[in-house]
């Protein structure tokens, strides 16, 4: 769950940045700030930095815990 989290989070996020740089660019089909599409984004950007900054955390100590892991049974693996 929190590898989804956090990617969803980043994915609603970079969303935001795209309509608000790349508006110029495509301002047809997105909109301006203050469009829908801004507006939708704005919302899953709010939701989405809780999901990514509370996540993040976990799995920093699980990949490191996994890492350790590997570290300390690898003397095991390897003679049986």
Known sequence: ??????????AWDNAKKYIEVGA???????????????????????????????S?????IWIKLMAVESLVFAPFFATH
């Open 56 to 60: 993040g955390l976990s799995l920093n």
């Open 1 to 10: 769950v929190a590898i989804s989290a956090s990617n969803t989070g980043g």
């Open 24 to 54: 110029s660019e495509h301002a047809n089909t997105l909109g301006l700030k203050g469009s829908d599409p801004h507006k939708a984004a704005v919302i899953g950007d709010t939701i989405g930095d809780p999901l990514k900054d509370t």
